[in-house]
């Protein structure tokens, strides 16, 4: 559904939006560099999900639901920038 990867060089949050279906979803982090990366979600003006991650090559996932169609926001930030960051909004199943 949605995926991307990238560098964060400083505190400024890496923002992207996507259009996605209602139902169920899987989001996955990962991110190397040192200390954490952040992901907030968010639909319609309301915060969907916060995700972090420690940036040692590990992943956390998260389930979300999504009641409603529409475009996602989709902010990656972290303040022990520069680090690199991927990831990844899949349909659960």
């Known amino acids: 559904m949605a995926e991307d990867s990238g560098k964060i060089l400083n505190a400024q949050p890496v923002v992207h939006t996507k259009n996605v279906p209602a139902g169920s979803y899987t989001l996955t982090l990962t991110c190397e560099g040192g200390g954490k990366a952040f992901l907030s979600v968010t639909s319609g003006g309301r915060e969907v999900v916060d995700l972090g991650a420690a ?5 956390e996932s998260v389930r979300v ?6 475009p996602l926001e989709i902010s990656a930030s972290s303040v022990d920038a520069p680090l690199l960051y991927a990831y990844q909004l899949v349909a659960a199943g």
């Not at 940036?55 to 992943?59: A, F, K, L």
């Not at 639901?65 to 529409?70: E, N």
Request: aromatic share 10%.
């Open 55 to 59: 940036c040692y090559g590990s992943r």
């Open 65 to 70: 639901t999504l009641t409603q169609a529409g």
